[in-house]
């Protein structure tokens, strides 16, 4: 980039009258490679299907399954197995989704390239280029691999997706200052896969494939690990410890009963139902079930979400990483202020829809009243080669249209028209009482343009716009008090001091001049834009979304932190950031400059106080979401372009736009957002955060039941007392308490303060915060109500041991269906109506019935073991059955450490 024309020609070997000839494109050829992006090792769709079924919690449901089927519970084994297959098909149907990223990346190149060789000018695939290769570039064309320009015609390339840049970036062929430059910077150079949107220009191929910039960011991606979700690490901890305990009471409880004189048989045959029952191996499947409803109902939330747990993760964020272009802004240039006759006017509205008013002091102006206002209008429209389009969609054949504004050409210019719209002055409009008569194109070197356009009747005006310092040292007079004066010292520092206070409001300036024109058509620009008239200044910025403020303000309340992470210039980044609330008094500011300076150590210092980062590179996001990552933060990062897609991989959560996203960043993310609203991520983040409290509360409900079960058997056998459970009884317990209850568990509405609290510690264990002194206590209580209720029954009639095993039967399916409504708040049972959740209240209704059905329908008794129960044993049984959540109700009221069990 240092390098001038002579200097990179002769280190390419290519002389720029000639090319390369095909001998020399042929043997660089050989030795780079095709100019193409390589995917890297790819995983075979078999390779993948067979990964699903490494998981632990999946070894453990197939142990399960081989217990089950030991048992003769092949119903139970069946269930199983097609759970298991289940998670493996949706697993397999993520990654292989996930794996489409860089084939999307390779879309972008370009597929073929106007090359010069051997003197002539030729079209070729893209794939062929080499080092060293003269590449031509016109309006339209995609640069089809790295180019030092060596001719730029007032050359505009769109970079946005790359580096962030939010306008087309004007291009030089001149040498640039040695040293590091950053990636948005560097203006003699052309990238693989940005657009050029305006001019030409003819450049040198300095890298191909896998060396350019692009190459680099599919380098990022295919070594960037995907991480593991919290929900995952979770369950999977769960499943160690359960496997563990489960076996471990099974065998004291078989060994128990064998040395208290139990038949060896039957107390395997106990053994093996315990363990049955003390895995849940439904629990991936409710869990999987809970996030597919999550799923559904953020579709309704214009959400899209890619893989299942990424909404429990978002849940669970604290902090977002969120680009600039696109996702807290518009991607709309828009004017914002303008300066005229000695006063600053605010204009309203923003994007491309023409609404909106003048404003100056806080009163309301209108410009067909107001001339100096008139005239800096007219000169935006009809000095302007832009097109502002409007479009309708019709939704459905019986919805209305929806109507949408685009501009067609530079965006700078686009917002201009818009403005002028406002004022009622189209181009349509203007164009009807003017005509253009000779135009001066916009130049890189000049930085501005003008036009000559003629008056029906005869009257000609030379109307121009252009950098302000430029421009004013074109005039001789300035539009002030509503007259044209002569252009003083003063008048000129008023106009640099207008200038500069908008400049630090990140505010991109432009001025407009005029004069009247008499005579012949000047012959060249230094001819007509001399003795100019100063009109005025346009201010414009690409606005933030509107509603983005009170998004970033409740993720504040939610302990969320939201940090800029954008390619754009630091100015700009800052007053976005101010506007939106992201920049604190603390917080600090770092480019990509600095942030390249600092060693790890001390960027580590500094992460957790830093709120925006400006002109950074690919690498740069990715060091920032892993150095958030190693504070212990749960990192979401949004993005729509190609340079965010390496951070968005890499991140806990990656984040994409919908809208304006690019393909790759889509499949490197794991949500997408349908309407690229940053306010649908807090609706995200409350449904993520309602998603894992559901889960909890079953996981709580899960294994408080089974520890009550357990215990009725473990205890029984401590103290001699028979089996107060037969196999099938327990596995009949274990099926119809853990289905419907715990699945109509994960669907429970979200409680009042679910976006009042931090975000939880992603390190934490899933017994953490109450959970686990709750599963204890309520597994205690069920397991002692029950067992005592089995020993009323059992001293009052010793000699009927069926009905006492049918009592303990009762005892332990109503209590466990009464439990489940404790579940439902972090606080006390009374804390929450019970038929608030009207699905819970069917699924209990439901397995009341089947208790019912195998306890007084006949043909069923004999194989559960049980008995008719009258209403003497039905009030034990209620008793037993409600004591343990009525007490611990009770304690939770007078406890409130105790009220956070899911919070």
């Known amino acids: 980039m240092d390098w001038d024309t002579e200097q990179v020609t002769s280190y390419f070997g290519v002389d720029p009258a000639e090319g390369l000839n095909e001998a020399q494109a042929a043997e660089r050829l050989r030795k780079t490679g095709a100019n193409q992006l390589s995917e890297g090792a790819k995983l075979s769709p078999m390779a993948l299907l067979l990964n699903q079924f490494k998981d632990f919690m999946v070894l453990v449901l197939l142990a399960a399954t081989l217990v089950s089927g030991l048992l003769g519970e092949y119903t139970d084994a069946i269930a199983i197995i097609a759970i298991v297959v289940l998670n493996a098909i949706l697993g397999f149907v993520q990654e292989f989704r996930a794996e489409k990223s860089l084939s999307a990346l390779k879309k972008l190149s370009a597929p073929t390239a106007r090359v010069k060789r051997s003197g002539r000018w030729i079209r070729i695939p893209a794939a062929d280029l080499v080092p060293g290769d003269m590449i031509s570039l016109e309006s339209g064309d995609r640069v089809p691999a790295d180019l030092r320009l060596i001719q730029a015609e007032n050359l505009y390339i769109e970079e946005s997706a790359l580096t962030g840049e939010s306008v087309p970036v004007n291009k ?20 693989l896969g940005t657009m050029a949107v305006r001019g030409t220009g003819t450049g040198i191929v300095v890298a191909t494939g896998m060396n350019t910039e692009m190459g680099r960011i599919a380098h990022l991606i295919q070594t960037t690990e995907t991480m593991q979700t919290p929900l995952q690490r979770r369950l999977e901890q769960l499943g160690k ?93 828009t004017v914002t202020h303008l300066w005229t006759d000695g006063r600053r006017m605010e204009v309203s509205g923003s994007g491309y829809r023409p609404e909106g008013d003048f404003h100056c002091d806080g009163r309301k102006v209108t410009p067909g009243k107001d001339h100096a206002l008139k005239q800096l209008l007219e000169i935006a429209v009809l000095c302007n080669n832009a097109a ?33 719209a406002k004022g009622d002055m189209t181009s349509q409009g203007l164009n009807r009482i003017w005509s253009r008569v000779k135009e001066f194109p916009f130049d890189s070197e000049r930085k501005m343009m003008s036009v000559l356009v003629e008056k029906k009747g005869g009257k000609r005006m030379l109307l121009a716009k252009g950098a302000p310092d430029v421009l004013l040292n074109k005039c001789t007079h300035i539009l002030h008090q509503g007259r044209t004066v002569p252009l003083t010292d003063a008048l000129r520092s008023q106009v640099s001091r207008v200038n500069e206070k908008l400049a630090s409001m990140a505010l991109r300036n432009l001025a407009f001049a005029c004069r009247e024109w008499s005579g012949t058509e000047p012959a060249s620009e230094a001819a007509a834009e001399r003795n100019l008239v100063f009109v005025g200044l346009a201010g414009m910025i690409d606005p933030p979304r509107e509603e983005v403020r009170d998004a970033i303000r409740t993720c504040r309340r939610a302990g969320i932190k939201t940090v800029m992470i954008t390619g754009d210039h630091q100015t700009t980044a800052v007053a976005i950031a101010r506007q939106l609330g992201i920049l604190t008094g603390s917080g600090l500011t770092v480019n990509g400059s600095e942030l390249q300076q600092m060693s790890d150590t001390q960027f580590q210092k500094k992460v957790n106080h830093i709120d925006v980062y400006a002109r950074v590179s690919p690498e740069h996001k990715l060091r920032i979401v892993k150095a958030l990552q190693k504070e212990g933060h749960v990192a979401a990062m949004t993005g729509d372009g190609v340079n965010d897609a390496p951070a968005i991989k890499a991140a806990d959560i990656g984040i994409a736009m919908g809208i304006t996203g690019t393909d790759v960043s889509k499949e490197a993310s794991s949500l997408v957002l349908a309407d690229d609203n940053f306010t649908t991520i807090v609706s995200a983040i409350e449904e993520g955060r309602n998603i894992y409290d559901n889960i909890r509360k079953f996981i709580s409900y899960l294994l408080a039941s089974n520890v009550g079960e357990i215990l009725v058997m473990f205890l029984a056998m401590l103290a001699g007392m028979p089996l107060p459970l037969v196999p099938i009884q327990i596995l009949w317990v274990n099926l119809v308490t853990d289905g419907l209850p715990a699945m109509a568990l994960g669907v429970d509405p979200a409680e009042e303060d679910t976006m009042d609290r931090p975000p939880r510690d992603s390190r934490e264990s899933i017994f953490a915060r109450g959970v686990g002194w709750k599963i204890l206590t309520r597994g205690l209580l069920i397991g002692f109500c029950t067992l005592g209720a089995f020993w009323v029954a059992y001293a009052e009639a010793p000699d009927d041991l069926v009905r006492a095993q049918t009592i303990a039967f009762s005892t332990l399916v109503l209590a466990q269906l009464i439990y489940v409504f404790d579940c439902r708040s972090r606080q006390s049972v009374f804390h929450r109506n019970p038929l608030s959740n009207k699905p819970l209240v069917l699924a209990v209704f439901s397995s009341a019935l089947l208790l019912l059905a195998v306890m007084y329908y006949p043909p069923l008794q004999p194989i559960f073991h049980t008995v008719s129960l009258g209403f003497r044993e039905w009030i034990l049984v209620v008793s037993a059955a409600s004591l343990p959540t009525l007490l611990a109700g009770m304690i939770d009221l007078f406890r409130p450490a105790r009220r956070l069990a899911h919070g």
């Not at 040293?179 to 948005?184: A, I, N, R, Y």
């Not at 093996?272 to 809970?290: C, D, H, K, N, R």
């Not at 479009?391 to 019986?398: A, D, H, P, V, Y």
Request: with cysteine; hydrophobic share 45%.
């Open 241 to 333: 410890i359960l496997i563990g305990v489960s076996l471990f009471l099974t065998a004291v409880v078989v060994l128990t009963g064998i040395i208290h004189g139990h038949e060896a048989y039957k107390m395997f045959l106990a053994g093996v139902s315990l363990a049955v029952a003390a895995i849940p191996e439904g629990l991936p499947a409710i869990v999987t079930i809970a996030l597919a409803l999550g799923v559904q109902r953020m579709i309704k939330r214009r959400a899209i979400v890619r893989k299942l747990p990424s909404v429990e993760t978002l849940g669970c964020a604290s902090v977002i990483g969120s680009d600039k272009t696109g996702t807290l802004t518009q991607n709309k240039m």
């Open 172 to 191: 030089t062929d001149a040498k640039l200052p040695g040293g590091e430059v950053p990636l948005g910077d560097r203006k003699n150079m052309g990238f």
């Open 388 to 420: 502002l389009i409007r479009e309708e969609e019709r939704e459905g054949l019986l919805r209305r249209k929806q109507e949408s504004w685009r501009v067609d050409g530079d965006p700078t210019e686009g917002a201009l028209l818009v403005a002028g």
